[in-house]
C-alpha cells in the first residue's frame, strides 16, 4: 500500500497537466515553451546539482553503471534482432529501439526523489550522466541506418553537444572531477532551480498524453508496450542480482527503466523519417503502464 500512495503524486501530477491542457486553463501553444523551459533548463540544473554532488568513484558507481549500460545493450540488440527476424519494417523497428532504450527522466527523478530520497536523486542523475550521451549517438545512427536516412559525423557531434541534457551531464561530472562539488550560493541556486524540474516536467507529462489515441491500441502498440517497461526492467533485475547490486541501486534501475520512453524520442522519429505514429500512441501507455510498474517492480526487492 505505502508503494502505491508514494507513486500516487505522480499519477495526480500528470493528471493535473492533462487536466491543464484539456480544460484550456494552459493553451496547447504555450506547452512547447513550457517543455523548452523543463528540458532546456531546469532538468539541466537538476543533472548538475545532483551529478557534481555524487561520489562517481568506480568503486561507488561501478556496478550500477555496468547494469545500466549491459541492459540497453542487450534490449536494444534484442529488439533490432527480433524485428529483422519478424521483418518488421525498419521505420517501426526504429521507433521499437528508441521506445526500448530511451526513458523519460523527469519521471525518474520524481518518482526518485519520493521512492527513495537524495540517493535516488543522485542515481538517476548518474544513469543520465553515463546513460544519455550513449542513447543519443546510438539513436541517431540506429535511426539513420533503419530510415534510409544519412547523417555525416559533423551534424552527429553536434547534435550530441548541443543537447542540453548532455550538457548538463557532462558539466555536473566535470565540476565534480574538477572541484568535488559545488560551491554553496551556487549548490543553493541549481537546487531551487533544480527542484522545479520535477513538478513542472510531470505537467508536461500529463498535457501530452491523449484519450484519443489511447483508444486506438493496434499489435504495433502491444508489442510496444512489452519492451518498456516489462522487458527492459526484468533484463537489468536479472544483471542486477548476477552483479550483486545493492537494494537501492536496484530502485535506481527500476526508475530508469519502468519509466516511459522519452518524448523527444517522437520528435526525433519525425525528423529522421522513423515511425512517429507509433511512437504517440506507445508512449501514452507507457506512462499509464509506468504507474503499475513501478510498484510491482519496487516490492520484488524491497
Given at each position: 500500500?505505502?508503494?502505491?500512495?508514494?507513486?500516487?503524486?505522480?499519477?495526480?501530477?500528470?493528471?493535473?497537466?492533462?487536466?491543464?491542457?484539456?480544460?484550456?486553463?494552459?493553451?496547447?501553444?504555450?506547452?512547447?515553451?513550457?517543455?523548452?523551459?523543463?528540458?532546456?533548463?531546469?532538468?539541466?540544473?537538476?543533472?548538475?546539482?545532483?551529478?557534481?554532488?555524487?561520489?562517481?568513484?568506480?568503486?561507488?558507481?561501478?556496478?550500477?553503471?555496468?547494469?545500466?549500460?549491459?541492459?540497453?545493450?542487450?534490449?536494444?540488440?534484442?529488439?533490432?534482432?527480433?524485428?529483422?527476424?519478424?521483418?518488421?519494417?525498419?521505420?517501426?523497428?526504429?521507433?521499437?529501439?528508441?521506445?526500448?532504450?530511451?526513458?523519460?527522466?523527469?519521471?525518474?527523478?520524481?518518482?526518485?526523489?519520493?521512492?527513495?530520497?537524495?540517493?535516488?536523486?543522485?542515481?538517476?542523475?548518474?544513469?543520465?550522466?553515463?546513460?544519455?550521451?550513449?542513447?543519443?549517438?546510438?539513436?541517431?545512427?540506429?535511426?539513420?541506418?533503419?530510415?534510409?536516412?544519412?547523417?555525416?559525423?559533423?551534424?552527429?557531434?553536434?547534435?550530441?553537444?548541443?543537447?542540453?541534457?548532455?550538457?548538463?551531464?557532462?558539466?555536473?561530472?566535470?565540476?565534480?572531477?574538477?572541484?568535488?562539488?559545488?560551491?554553496?550560493?551556487?549548490?543553493?541556486?541549481?537546487?531551487?532551480?533544480?527542484?522545479?524540474?520535477?513538478?513542472?516536467?510531470?505537467?508536461?507529462?500529463?498535457?501530452?498524453?491523449?484519450?484519443?489515441?489511447?483508444?486506438?491500441?493496434?499489435?504495433?502498440?502491444?508489442?510496444?508496450?512489452?519492451?518498456?517497461?516489462?522487458?527492459?526492467?526484468?533484463i537489468f533485475l536479472g544483471l542486477a542480482m548476477?552483479?550483486?547490486?545493492?537494494?537501492?541501486?536496484?530502485?535506481?534501475?527500476?526508475?530508469?527503466?519502468?519509466?516511459?520512453?522519452?518524448?523527444?524520442?517522437?520528435?526525433?522519429?519525425?525528423m529522421m523519417g522513423g515511425d512517429?505514429?507509433?511512437?504517440?500512441?506507445?508512449?501514452?501507455?507507457?506512462?499509464?503502464?509506468?504507474?503499475?510498474?513501478?510498484?510491482?517492480?519496487?516490492?520484488?526487492?524491497?
Open positions: 500500500m505505502s508503494l502505491a500512495l508514494t507513486i500516487l503524486p505522480i499519477a495526480l501530477a500528470i493528471a493535473l497537466g492533462w487536466a491543464a491542457r484539456a480544460s484550456g486553463l494552459i493553451k496547447a501553444d504555450l506547452w512547447p515553451g513550457i517543455e523548452a523551459l523543463s528540458f532546456k533548463l531546469l532538468i539541466p540544473a537538476i543533472l548538475i546539482h545532483s551529478i557534481a554532488t555524487t561520489d562517481l568513484s568506480p568503486s561507488r558507481i561501478g556496478g550500477f553503471a555496468a547494469g545500466l549500460l549491459l541492459t540497453i545493450l542487450i534490449g536494444g540488440l534484442v529488439v533490432l534482432v527480433a524485428g529483422r527476424l519478424l521483418r518488421v519494417p525498419g521505420p517501426t523497428r526504429s521507433t521499437y529501439f528508441q521506445g526500448t532504450i530511451r526513458y523519460n527522466g523527469f519521471i525518474g527523478l520524481a518518482a526518485a526523489d519520493l521512492l527513495i530520497g537524495p540517493a535516488g536523486l543522485s542515481l538517476i542523475a548518474v544513469s543520465m550522466a553515463v546513460l544519455i550521451p550513449v542513447i543519443n549517438v546510438v539513436t541517431i545512427i540506429v535511426m539513420a541506418v533503419l530510415c534510409g536516412g544519412s547523417t555525416g559525423p559533423r551534424r552527429l557531434l553536434r547534435s550530441v553537444a548541443t543537447n542540453p541534457l548532455v550538457i548538463g551531464s557532462c558539466g555536473g561530472v566535470a565540476v565534480n572531477l574538477l572541484f568535488g562539488g559545488l560551491p554553496v550560493w551556487l549548490d543553493e541556486a541549481t537546487q531551487i532551480v533544480g527542484r522545479a524540474a520535477l513538478g513542472v516536467g510531470l505537467l508536461a507529462v500529463g498535457a501530452g498524453v491523449s484519450l484519443k489515441r489511447m483508444l486506438h491500441v493496434s499489435p504495433r502498440v502491444v508489442a510496444a508496450c512489452a519492451l518498456r517497461p516489462f522487458m527492459i526492467t526484468a548476477l552483479l550483486g547490486l545493492s537494494e537501492t541501486e536496484m530502485l535506481g534501475g527500476i526508475l530508469v527503466f519502468a519509466v516511459p520512453a522519452a518524448t523527444n524520442g517522437f520528435i526525433v522519429a519525425r512517429a505514429a507509433t511512437y504517440a500512441d506507445m508512449l501514452a501507455w507507457q506512462t499509464l503502464l509506468c504507474l503499475i510498474a513501478i510498484p510491482f517492480y519496487a516490492a520484488l526487492v524491497t
